[in-house]
């Protein structure tokens, strides 16, 4: 196996967390983009950092899901 094929299979794998968060929390230009939500999800990596918000948790999964991520719900 090459190490171009080992990458790809370790990034296949990669986890992202899935959370709820409250719009009245975001920095005021994200709060008027949220076009009167009151909750977005988010999609972290392992480190913490937030790679997007949408607008709810199924679609949260899905694009996780189109970028070859495994996503996993935080409470």
């Given amino acids: ?5 080992n990458a790809t299979q370790f990034n296949a794998g990669r986890i992202v967390y899935i959370r709820p968060i409250a719009v ?4 005021d ?3 008027q983009k949220a076009n009167g939500l009151v ?4 999609i ?6 937030r790679l997007a918000l949408v607008r709810d948790r199924d679609l949260a999964f899905v694009v996780a899901r189109q970028n070859d991520l495994t996503p996993v719900s935080v409470h």
């Fill in 1 to 5: 196996m090459t190490n171009e094929q």
């Fill in 24 to 27: 009245a929390d975001l920095p």
């Fill in 29 to 31: 230009d994200l709060r």
């Fill in 39 to 42: 909750t977005l999800y988010a």
């Fill in 44 to 49: 972290g990596s392992e480190t913490g950092e």
